[in-house]
């Protein structure tokens, strides 16, 4: 059931009835009614615009990088609300992440990430509600996410040849692809050793494509393409003309190896990469790849016609595809102008071979030939959005602002004086990084919301020391001026952020019985058994309310404890947790799921476990004892 729109007077205070709201609002029901975008309407105050009442939903997922937290963070829009903490890349005992050794096995070696850019699953262009990807800047990894059931899937990587994964996560049109580019340079394959000094010689960069499988979304290493030892910066994917397309910023063009805040803020232009994926895709099949660490590797200077550099304004940040996938739009931190190209007059300098230069055998597109122009947004340009609706929302990090402009086509009125073009500009607290409003990187924008993820935010919260709280600001830009609605603290170290509809979502409550496979499942307390093999303890362990079969264990030191505990429990939000007291270990199990703990006991005792989620009444009742007999105790043995 849908509810009703809120409307603008239903919040004001005299309406605090609960009989009436429960009229107006509907009775809220299961799954993701949502309030409505109506709360946008503008005249009413922010407060009412972001107020989402006790019992309502919020229209959007905000979906947030948490940076070197290595999670993902989920709010609703336009509440604002933290709702969800996506463990990624590092242990979570909240959710058991990292403990059970399904999620240690994809962790691997690694105890954190750092996540940058989330990028949702497409279809068609648009969002398809399906997965979500994140980057791990630090350990050259990408991860998928279920929207199903909100969980990390899969970790891929160290990707081979890529050091600094910081370039991703960019979704194809179809979700063919998640595109990557490396930050750092290094000498390839990874593992060699050359001094730095050989730097411009000897290091090198890639750009891969990870190619992920429509039906399951696991993700294989698809190809790279060798860049020169360029820093990799953000990037974005074509549609419409540029469709089969990816661009890519970079600075140190310098190619510099120390003291980079200067050397590599020395030339005038660093150029983004241009790369037709689908000429790569052609490529590789044609055997024109080098194998490099077990994957194709493209080398541009040998295969011509998939890669193009484009010279952009000083230590360019960000490159944002516009919704119609014509316009570009690149944007120099050091420049206070953003600079949008025309993807048709980039097609046609191609065609014609206007190109102003060649670097190490890749041309360099002739600047003034593919300029739609330079608008001059303000100090600090970094990342562009859209509405949809023909504007364009630049962040400022120098200014600590966010600048509306309007997208070309420009009549020659405004193209002779582009600051006309530049039509709003709002004040954020402070130092904005990036800024996200739903689907811009896709056909549709959603053109409603804006969120702005600052920086540095200096006093804005209760102090709490000398971390001071991250902060993001929810911006209304449904009219002609942009209206600050809302301030929430932010976990850090927020980067980027993806929107996306709450209706294109329909998360499971439980994992339906008939869909677990693990052959160590037990569903009844009589199925519940401990057997010995050797020195490993083995247990297929039942979990329901409230108690564990069984809820005694005896083992000895030096035995290895290996528990395949069920959640038997088929009803909503009746989650088990198992913690073992002194072992540094909790297991978080949802209903209808088991999962697996393995553990190595190295000191006698008897050491209780019990339930860590509330689970019933009798939560405190569900509880167990390990016995731990000393090594030498005969009767255990076999
Ligand atoms: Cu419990």
Not at 19 to 48: D, I, M, R, V
Not at 180 to 202: H, N, W
Not at 458 to 487: C, D, F, W
Not at 571 to 580: E, W
Request: proline share 6%; net charge negative.
């Amino acid at each position: 059931m849908k509810s009703i729109s809120k409307t603008p007077f239903l919040l004001a205070a005299s309406l605090a009835s609960a009989g009436a709201l429960a009229f107006l609002t509907g009775c809220g029901g299961s799954g993701n009614e949502t309030n409505t975008a109506a709360s946008t309407a503008k005249g009413t105050s922010p407060a009412e615009q972001s107020y989402v009442a006790p019992g309502e939903k919020d229209d959007y997922y905000l979906f947030y990088s948490g940076g070197h937290s290595g999670q993902v963070f989920v709010a609703g829009i336009p509440s604002m609300r933290h709702i969800s903490t996506i463990p990624v890349f590092s242990p979570y005992p909240g959710t058991g992440y990292g403990f059970d050794e399904e999620s240690k096995e994809m962790l691997g070696d690694y105890t954190w990430g750092d996540v940058h850019h989330p990028g949702l699953s497409k279809t068609d262009g648009n969002y398809d509600g399906r997965w979500l990807f994140v980057n791990d800047n630090a350990n050259n990894r990408v991860a998928r996410i279920d929207l199903r059931d909100f969980k990390t899937k899969q970790i891929l990587g160290p990707i081979p040849n890529s050091s600094g994964n910081h370039g991703s996560s960019f979704l194809t049109e179809n979700s063919e692809y998640v595109l990557v580019a490396t930050r750092f340079s290094v000498p390839l394959p990874k593992g060699r050793y050359v001094p730095l000094e050989d730097y411009e010689k000897e290091f090198n960069g890639v750009v891969s494509g990870i190619k992920v499988d429509s039906e399951s979304g696991e993700m294989s290493m698809g190809w790279q393409v060798l860049t020169p030892p360029f820093n990799w910066d953000l990037g974005s994917t074509g549609k419409g003309p540029s469709s089969g397309w990816a661009f890519w910023t970079s600075y140190n063009t310098e190619m510099a190896y120390d003291t980079l805040e200067m050397k590599a803020s020395q030339a005038d232009r660093d150029y983004a990469a241009f790369v037709n994926w689908k000429e790569v895709e052609k490529a590789v099949a044609a055997g024109e790849a080098e194998i490099v660490d077990g994957v194709p590797v493209i080398d541009p200077e040998k295969t011509k016609g998939l890669m193009y550099f484009v010279p952009v304004g000083k230590s360019p940040h960000g490159i944002d595809v516009d919704p119609s996938g014509r316009w570009i739009v690149a944007s120099g931190k050091l420049q206070p102008t953003t600079t949008v190209f025309d993807f048709e007059k980039v097609l046609a300098a191609i065609a014609n071979k206007q190109f102003q230069d060649e670097f190490r055998g890749v041309p360099v597109l002739d600047y003034n030939a593919i300029l739609e122009g330079e608008v001059p947004v303000g100090l600090g340009p970094l990342h562009t959005q859209y509405d949809g609706k023909g504007n364009a929302y630049t962040s400022l990090y120098i200014e600590s602002v966010v600048a509306k402009w309007k997208m070309p086509p420009w009549s020659a009125e405004e193209k002779a004086n582009l600051e006309s073009v530049v039509t709003d500009k709002m004040p954020v607290h402070y130092n904005i990084g990036h800024l996200v409003i739903g689907a811009s990187d896709t056909k549709e924008p959603y053109g409603d919301w804006l969120v702005a993820m600052n920086k540095l935010s200096k006093g804005r919260h209760l102090s709490v020391g000398p971390a001071q709280p991250e902060s993001s600001q929810l911006i209304n830009i449904t009219g002609e001026k942009m209206e600050m609605v809302y301030e929430t603290y932010t976990e850090p170290e927020p980067h980027f952020a993806q929107i996306l509809r709450a209706d294109l979502v329909k998360p499971i409550e439980v994992y339906p019985k008939e869909e677990n496979h693990n052959p160590n499942a037990v569903w009844q307390l009589d199925q519940a058994e401990v057997v010995r093999k050797g020195n490993v303890v083995e247990g297929k362990i039942v979990a329901v309310r409230s108690r564990f079969g069984p809820d005694r264990i005896e083992a000895k030191v030096g035995d290895e404890l290996v528990l395949h505990i069920t959640n038997v429990e088929q009803s909503t939000d009746m989650i088990h947790g198992f913690a073992l007291v002194e072992h540094d270990v909790n297991v978080i199990i949802d209903p209808g799921e088991t999962k697996t703990l393995r553990i190595k006991l190295t000191k006698p005792g008897v050491f209780p476990y019990y339930c860590t989620n509330f689970c019933s009444a009798l939560h405190q009742e569900m509880q167990g004892y390990l016995e731990v007999k000393p090594a030498d105790d005969v009767a255990l043995a076999d």
